[in-house]
């Protein structure tokens, strides 16, 4: 069976148009994922979704080119995008935590294990949000206020503490206030 896979793979690289060198490196080389890297790589693009959430919906209430569209020029539907927006948050936080699952505390390093403890705190306040949320009817409903609240701190607390310039103490400080106190 290996000699079939080492076959098929060589053969995969005499059809490659690459040089010889790159060939024979391929050859030798396993390329290894560390799960440092893997996890920095999933907590950045978590950071990046849920900013990009974040900004469709500012754009939903602030541009006047999307004010205009009929799919958001009442107050009912931008409430359903916030609702919609609150679900997505809530899917792309659970998806981290479902992928950091195999990874025991001990094998994070510090940033990584701090973004995932105010992940937990950001899930939990977000649950606290959940059925107020559902039941709103106008747009400055304080459940919806927030809503906004809580996702801005969220993104904030998670960017600051992943950042590799952050001091020791801030991320300890932000962990403190943010999962322990009532917020940074």
Same mark, same amino acid.
């Given at each position: 069976?290996?000699?079939? !896979?080492?076959?098929?793979?060589?053969?995969?690289?005499?059809?490659?148009?690459?040089?010889?060198?790159? +060939?024979?490196?391929? =050859?030798?080389?396993?390329? &290894?994922?560390?799960?440092?890297?893997? &996890?920095?790589?999933?907590?950045?693009?978590?950071?990046?979704?849920?900013?990009?959430?974040?900004?469709?919906?500012?754009?939903?209430?602030?541009?006047?080119?999307?004010?205009?569209?009929?799919?958001?020029?009442?107050?009912? +539907?931008? /409430?359903?995008?916030? =609702?919609?927006?609150?679900?997505?948050?809530?899917?792309?936080?659970?998806?981290?935590?479902?992928?950091?699952?195999?990874?025991?505390?001990?094998?994070?390093?510090?940033?990584?294990?701090?973004?995932?403890?105010? !992940?937990?705190?950001?899930?939990?306040?977000?649950?606290?949000?959940?059925?107020?949320? +559902? =039941?709103?009817?106008?747009?400055?409903?304080?459940?919806?206020?927030?809503?906004?609240?809580? !996702?801005? /701190? /969220?993104?904030?607390?998670?960017?600051?503490? /992943?950042?590799?310039?952050?001091?020791?103490?801030?991320?300890?400080?932000? !962990?403190?206030?943010?999962?322990?106190?009532?917020?940074?």
């Amino acid at each position: 069976m290996a000699e079939e !896979i080492n076959n098929s793979q060589e053969q995969l690289l005499a059809r490659m148009p690459i040089q010889e060198a790159v +060939k024979k490196e391929l =050859k030798t080389k396993t390329v &290894v994922y560390h799960p440092k890297d893997m &996890v920095e790589a999933l907590l950045t693009e978590c950071i990046t979704q849920l900013t990009s959430n974040m900004n469709s919906l500012f754009l939903i209430f602030h541009d006047k080119e999307t004010q205009k569209l009929e799919s958001f020029n009442t107050a009912t +539907k931008r /409430l359903d995008a916030i =609702k919609g927006t609150y679900n997505l948050f809530r899917l792309e936080l659970a998806t981290v935590i479902e992928c950091l699952e195999p990874y025991h505390r001990a094998s994070l390093n510090p940033r990584h294990l701090a973004v995932k403890d105010i !992940i937990h705190e950001g899930v939990r306040r977000l649950k606290e949000n959940e059925v107020k949320l +559902k =039941k709103a009817k106008y747009i400055n409903n304080n459940s919806v206020t927030q809503f906004a609240k809580d !996702i801005c /701190l /969220l993104i904030t607390n998670m960017h600051v503490c /992943l950042h590799n310039k952050t001091p020791k103490k801030e991320t300890q400080r932000i !962990i403190k206030e943010y999962c322990h106190g009532k917020g940074v």
